[in-house]
């Protein structure tokens, strides 16, 4: 959406993701009528001080259409960066019982063995078993590894950058 100065500060007074319509010459606030807001986390600003990027909390769908996204894709190839995001959030944002808090407790030591173990039986599914388990395990691994780099202090854009580096 397009946002004007005073869409942008209302956004920032508020906490509530407000644009600007140039259609109907007028400020409007996501959700204002379908009570879906998005609710602001973090706003950042591009070097060129041009571009706004808005780390929102929705309430229900943000797109008209019913959909979590405007942006549709036949699949979210950007999901494992979601999924980096979602493991932060537990890091700063701890959920009692959750799957991510109980590995932690149990500390280093445990998250690694549960990649090995995780990349053991991604080997096994590959070697003996269906397309559908090999694709579950490395979502597993995936899943593991993402953590992993996290209790160590990394990122998946870590991993992208030396990738890249090998490739250029």
Known sequence: GYMNAEAFEKTQVEGKVTFFSRSKNRLWTKGEESGNFLFVKSIHIDC???????????????????????????????????????????YENPVEGSYINKMRSKGLNKIAQKVGEEGVETVIAALAETEEDLIGEAADLLFHL???????????????????SRHQ
Do not use: M
């Open 48 to 90: 060129d001080n041009d571009t706004i990027l808005i780390k929102a909390n929705p309430v229900g769908p943000t797109c008209h259409t019913g959909s979590r996204s405007c942006f549709k894709t036949d699949y979210n190839q950007n999901f494992i960066f979601e999924l980096e995001n979602i493991i932060n959030d537990r």
């Open 146 to 164: 993402t953590f992993l780099l996290k209790e160590k202090g990394l990122s998946i854009k870590d991993i992208a950058k030396k990738l890249e």
